[in-house]
């Protein structure tokens, strides 16, 4: 039966049956090869079954209506308590019986003495939800075989370099015939770090010897793409009565769905974000197989998961120790010299404190503004909460790479030639501030080739917040390189020595015996540059990471309940953040609001819901998955502290994930606070019904 | 599927369209893939988050729930209509001056709600401001510069009145 327009199909047995990763990490041990293009043994609603390809979206729909499914169909399991059960059927028998896909073990001292030296000990446990990225655009890609055998993809992706090189593997092409190119992108947070559909789509293109464009629709993007992963957390902490941390000892388990892809790596970068000092130190990670969906990198990789069981432990060990809960953070606080557990990499930058003043100075403004500090009668109950949080500048496995290539127009103007990816936070822009600034010139005279394997040089990808700081060492370095190029040419053409010229903030002065010539970089290039002139003026430069800098954050949330309505407002969230040098402190702070949205989300309403009848997520548009929108988010504040980062270009760390991290713990702190009650899973939603401009 | 064929006249940015278009066709289709205004972003095709918001006879409204033969007769503004000679719109330059735009995906629907409630209330309070974009999302900005662009294109709208 033929359907008019559909051009191909593809079922299981038409493409490579090769195991594969579609995690855009720099290969690693941790990646488990556990996925198929397409499979004939689907482990979750999502899963990849058969692709058509039709000249229009109707033609598409009408196959696959007709395309008749056998299921054979097994009890799934959607939680880490059920996929851990003693019955639980093995997901991947072969690569985990028990279905843990890997166990991430990381310790320090000695976890059993640590908790006989304690004065007290809090344990409990935490669960934190499945959420979606929810990008405003969905993920797609347009893919383009040609009959020579050249591949073509242009899509939304994160990670460009990591895609090509699975797709090579994949699809045994040369990494020389792939292109990727990722034109503006709306939005990513984690999920296009990733190969998401540009297998299937080059396969089809390859099939019909045309170019093929695949587009998500939002149910797709929410179940059938990536999730941030579910979590269960066990904590137990150990403390001396004045309120050092002796011990502290995290058992995690992490929902990866039926695939692994980012998983293990999440569970590892998860115990690299203790930005307190604990003599004994025991973190254990597990990433868990289910039938739910399968979850990757979302802003924050681990960490917002994590922090949250233990920013809210803290507040309940301060109000039993009599302490202030800002104090108690504060005198375990690693600073400059100190190293996070269990490392011995020492922190070089470190302004917390500063951060604290910062956000009670608007604490401070607010309540003074709102008469008086909370209110507390038999109805209306006001409360603070507070939690500190921390990120990393690049990943934290110290896998952060990138590189650049700087070329001088005729006019001094340049452009920079990029790897890496701007998916919307503006990093293409910063990046060009940190070239501009090296050369002495102007933005305006700055254009940016980025993230086109074809046309630009390695970069690791965007992801573990490593814009800023990874690929703004390597244009840093780059315009250096440039600069070091053009001091070669201006000796040639002027016969001086190397120390007869220096470079003082885009002015370059060559002493001569008796005089001196003072010229602006611009016009050294268009003395030197082109036509019949001396040369071609280059830089490039690559730069590997050594450290990968944590940023910090001090966040207050303040709430508003209503008892007889068992209603909660969130007000205000106020964050500090130590970002060190702000290259751009408009984009930092629109960095530090967006992830206070996404951490008020995370916090109050947001969840992937997976119904137990239907067996498969519910939470399948944006109704019924609740995103913040401009009623619900409380008024932001944002204070940027002075930082200065040694390693950084100009002194700069990194912003976009670490805001979010902090945010949820601290309004769970709030009304936990406000409500005189244990919080211990998110969201909030659950226990009290969220209220602001929305309900009236 | 649907494959009769209805003649429409529609007029988008102050010019006049005769198109044929299926019964099914949405105005957002209409918009991006006949007429090649791709300002007109799609985010989810069920009305519920704003990126495909347009001005229908100067109203908000989502183009993905709109059907083109709806439209017929009608005036519609996209974000590539609202700039004058080469000039951004005040609103479209006061999200430059707020910095209120990061991806930039809901920006064209956001300017175009806010456009609809300036033109209508030029001097919104937070909380009418707030309610206005209450149909349009964003994931990036967390709203509070968006907001801020709002309020500045008020004052400018205003200052620009007087």
Same mark, same amino acid.
């Given at each position: ?22 995690? =855009? ?87 059993? @003495? ?18 979606? $990225? ?37 699809? $045994? ?16 947070? =984690?999920?296009?770090?990733?190969? +998401? ?11 019909? $010897? ?52 980012? =998983? ?15 003599? +004994? ?39 039993? *120790? ?6 108690? %953070? ?104 940190? /070239? ?5 010139? #102007? ?33 840093? %370095?780059?315009?250096?390189?440039? @600069? ?21 903030? =885009? ?49 207050? /949330? ?68 609740? *995103? ?8 932001? +504040? ?59 | ?32 893939? @006949? ?44 974000? #590539? ?38 033109? @209508? ?17 964003? %994931? ?23």
């Amino acid at each position: 039966m033929k359907i008019p327009g559909v051009l191909g199909v593809l079922l299981p047995e038409d493409v490579p049956d090769t195991r594969f990763n579609c995690s =855009g990490n720099p290969p690693s041990p941790l990646l488990v090869k556990d996925e198929r293009i397409l499979t004939d043994h689907p482990l979750y609603a999502g899963d990849r079954i058969a692709a058509v390809v039709a000249e229009t979206p109707d033609a598409c729909y009408e196959a696959i209506e007709k395309i008749n499914v056998e299921y054979e169909i097994f009890a799934p399991v959607f939680t880490v308590k059920d996929a851990l059960a003693k019955n639980a059927v093995s997901i991947h028998p072969n690569l985990a019986k028990d279905n843990i896909v890997k166990k991430i073990n990381v310790e320090q001292g000695d976890i059993k @003495k640590g908790f006989e030296k304690s004065d007290a000990v809090f344990e409990d446990s935490f669960h934190t939800p499945t959420v979606q $990225h929810a990008a405003m655009e969905t993920t797609s890609c347009i893919c383009y075989y040609t009959l020579e055998g050249k591949l073509t993809i242009w899509s939304t992706s994160q990670t460009p370099f990591q895609e090509r090189r699975i797709l090579s593997e994949l699809l $045994h092409i040369k990494e020389n015939n792939i292109r990727i190119i990722k034109p503006v992108m709306g939005g990513g947070f =984690g999920s296009r770090q990733q190969l +998401h559909s540009q297998h299937v789509g080059a396969l089809l293109s390859k099939q019909v $010897h045309r170019p093929v464009k695949m587009i998500n629709s939002r149910e797709e993007d929410m179940y059938a793409s990536v999730v941030r992963h579910e979590s269960d957390i066990y904590l137990k902490i150990g403390v001396t009565k004045d309120g050092r941390l002796q011990a502290f000892h995290a058992r995690v388990y992490f929902n990866t769905g039926p695939y692994s892809s980012h =998983g293990p790596v999440v569970a590892a970068a998860a115990s690299r974000k203790m930005q307190y000092l604990v003599p +004994h130190y025991l973190y254990e990670g597990r990433t868990v197989y289910t039938n739910a969906p399968v979850a990757g990198a979302m802003r924050g990789y681990g960490n917002p998961q994590l922090t949250f069981a233990r920013e809210v432990m803290f507040n309940r060990i301060a109000k039993k *120790l009599n302490m202030d809960p800002v104090h108690f %953070r504060l005198i375990n606080h690693v600073r400059v010299g100190d190293s996070f557990p269990p490392g011995n990499v020492p922190v070089m930058s470190c302004a917390v404190e500063e951060c604290v003043r910062g956000a009670e100075k608007i604490k401070y403004t607010i309540d003074r503004k709102e008469n008086g500090a909370v209110r507390d009668n038999s109805q209306i109950v006001e409360a603070w909460g507070v939690a500190f949080g921390c990120h990393t500048s690049g990943p934290s496995s110290k896998e952060g790479m990138s590189s650049c290539i700087i070329l001088a127009n005729d006019d001094g103007s340049v452009r920079l030639f990029t790897g890496f990816a701007d998916i919307g936070q503006g990093s293409e822009t910063t990046l060009s501030q940190v /070239a501009a600034e090296e050369l002495g010139i #102007e933005l305006s005279d700055i254009a940016v080739t980025a993230a086109d394997t074809q046309n630009t040089p390695y970069d690791t990808g965007t992801f573990a917040s490593s814009q800023m700081y990874v690929s703004g060492n390597a244009v840093l %370095r780059a315009a250096g390189n440039l @600069k070091d190029n053009l001091k070669q040419a201006l000796i040639k053409k002027y016969k001086v020595a190397s120390d007869n010229i220096t470079f003082e903030k =885009g002015t370059v002065t060559i002493s001569f015996e008796n005089s001196e010539k003072i010229m602006t970089f611009k016009e050294c290039v268009q003395k030197l540059a082109f036509g019949l002139k001396e040369t071609v003026l280059i830089g490039n430069a690559s730069f590997k990471a050594k450290e990968s800098p944590p940023p910090f954050a001090v966040c207050w /949330a303040k709430v508003t309940l209503d008892n007889q309505a068992n209603t909660a407002e969130v007000k205000h969230i106020i964050e500090a953040v130590d970002v060190g040098t702000a290259i751009n402190p408009e984009i930092v702070a629109g960095q530090v609001e967006g992830g206070m949205g996404m951490g008020f989300g995370y916090a109050m309403m947001e969840k992937v819901e997976i119904d137990k009848r239907a067996l498969k997520p519910i939470s399948s548009d944006l109704l019924h998955y609740k *995103l913040p929108m401009s009623m619900d988010m409380p008024k932001t +504040h944002v204070y940027i502290a002075k930082g200065y980062e040694p390693t950084g270009p100009f002194g700069a760390k990194s912003v976009g994930e670490l805001s979010t991290i902090p945010v949820a713990p601290a309004i769970a702190n709030a009304i936990s606070n406000a409500l005189g009650l244990k919080i211990n899973s998110l969201p909030l939603s659950e226990i009290i019904v969220p209220s602001g401009y929305r309900s009236g | 599927m649907d494959s009769k064929l209805i003649r429409i006249e529609i007029e988008v940015n102050g010019n006049a369209y005769h198109l044929f278009v299926r019964t099914g066709e949405t105005l957002l289709d209409v918009l991006r893939e @006949k007429l090649g205004f791709k300002g007109t972003k799609q985010g989810c095709e069920n009305g519920q988050c704003g990126s495909c918001t347009v001005l229908l006879e100067g109203k908000p409204v989502n183009a993905c729930l709109m059907l083109a033969v709806q439209v017929n007769q009608k005036r519609i503004t996209t974000i #590539e209509g609202i700039c004058s000679n080469d000039r951004l719109h005040p609103i479209q330059d006061a999200f430059v001056t707020a910095h209120a735009v990061q991806c930039g995906y809901c920006t064209p629907g956001m300017i175009l709600t806010a456009k609809a409630l300036l033109d @209508k209330n030029g001097t919104p309070d937070d909380k009418e401001i707030r309610e206005a974009l209450s149909g349009n999302a964003c %994931r990036c900005t967390g709203y509070t510069k968006i907001i801020d662009a709002v309020k500045i294109a008020a004052e400018k709208m205003n200052t620009q009145k007087k």
